[in-house]
């Protein structure tokens, strides 16, 4: 996974998504401790990892759904609402959506 060098500029002309040493602490629990990644045009991120090493925490601070205690998340997206989109877990299936 890329990671963003803080000796070097960040230049969200290459990267559509950069985060820069997340942090958070939960009930004195280190969840992230300083993780760092960019996303370019047309890629997919998939976090892997076993349950409880901060995955959904690190997605939800992206998404803007938790704040993060320290570090930074730049987008450059003009509506990363309609732009960005998430799989977190134990989304539901709806048997009778369709598509055309």
Do not use: C, W
């Not at 070097?8 to 629990?29: A, T």
């Not at 959904?56 to 759904?65: A, H, P, Q, S």
């Not at 997206?77 to 732009?83: A, G, Q, R, T, V």
Request: hydrophobic share 40%; glycine share 8%; net charge neutral.
């Amino acid at each position: 996974m890329p990671t963003v060098n803080n000796q070097e500029e960040i230049n969200l002309n290459d990267h559509l998504i950069v985060v820069d040493s997340l942090k958070k602490v939960y009930e004195g629990r280190i969840i992230l401790n300083g993780i760092s990644f960019n996303i370019n045009k047309n890629e997919v991120l998939a976090i892997i990892g076993p349950n409880g090493v901060g995955k959904t925490t690190t997605v939800e601070i992206v998404l803007g759904m938790r704040k993060a205690d320290s570090g930074s998340i730049q987008i450059k997206l003009s509506n990363s609402k309609k732009e960005i989109g998430a799989q977190l877990q134990n989304t539901p299936f709806f048997y009778n959506l369709t598509a055309e």
